[in-house]
């Protein structure tokens, strides 16, 4: 199924790559690090007996996917009636992190910038014609999806020290290396040196990783010596569809 929300740097065009590289043997535990969109979770098969765990650094977007997990009518209730507004799209920006708001008003203003904003970033009102109708109706849907979910808020080291075992499969899509400044993570940038912490985290783990990045001299010299594909991909950020620009992209795992 289809994700509720673009988000920059989102795996939609490449999700049905990465699950096919998912390992044979299933796994009793499967962790998305850095979930965004969750276009890897919606795409996979919801196994029965399996504990799948969701986490994002961005407690906004976390709220938001807590929210329609146990409270989905109420929050299509605080959204169903508005309108795209460039005024209120400003004022939701300025009150996304103010004292006060319950969690609902808050994941409604966090839903609305998304949908409502250039490229989904959240920062600037997008000048074309946008309906949240239709998003509003699937919440039922994604609902049933994250049935069972784990939804975690936590830094990636925690998180992965935390389900690390045998049997578990960790799906990391971390801020793509020379691009962070893109990622608003409320404040907590991503740094050249969590790109060496997440490396040596995922060096030393018991379990499976399966990691995307962009094709990068860095990361490759970062992650010498583990499996590395690259994929091309059209590039969705080209000015014209037409040009058939091709995007670079890796998929580095340890098995």
């Known amino acids: 199924m289809d994700s509720f929300i673009g988000w920059i740097g989102g795996k939609k065009a490449l999700r049905k790559e990465i699950v096919s590289r998912f390992p044979d043997d299933i796994p009793s535990t499967y962790v998305e690090v850095c979930g965004g969109a969750g276009w890897v979770l919606f795409e996979k098969e ?32 605080e959204l169903e009636y508005i309108l795209a507004s460039h005024e ?53 849907d994604i609902q049933s999806r994250l049935t069972g979910v784990v939804i975690e808020n936590r830094d990636f080291e925690g998180l992965i020290k ?11 899509d971390p801020p793509y290396h020379g691009t962070e400044k893109h990622y608003d993570k409320n404040g907590k940038p991503f740094l ?21 990045y962009n094709n990068d001299s860095f990361i490759h010299c970062l992650y010498e010596g583990f499996h590395i594909e690259e994929l091309k991909r059209n590039n969705t950020l080209a000015a014209h569809s037409s040009n058939k620009e091709k995007f670079s992209e890796l998929i580095i795992r340890n098995y």
Do not use: W
């Open 162 to 172: 935390l389900y690390d075992s045998e049997n578990a499969l960790f799906y990391v």
């Open 88 to 140: 209120l799209f400003y004022d939701f920006r300025e009150q996304i992190n103010m004292r006060g708001l319950t969690d609902i008003q808050r994941a409604a203003r966090y839903f609305y910038l998304i949908k409502i904003s250039f490229g989904c970033d959240k920062r600037s009102f997008a000048t074309r014609k946008k309906r949240l109708d239709k998003a509003l109706e699937r919440f039922e």
């Open 192 to 212: 050249e040196e969590d790109h060496h912490r997440l490396k040596d985290c995922l060096s030393s783990i018991k379990g499976k990783f399966i990691l995307s």
């Open 46 to 77: 919801q196994i029965k007996k399996q504990l799948e765990v969701f986490n994002d650094i961005d407690g906004n977007l976390i709220n938001l996917y807590r929210c329609i997990q146990h409270h989905p009518e109420a929050l299509v209730k």
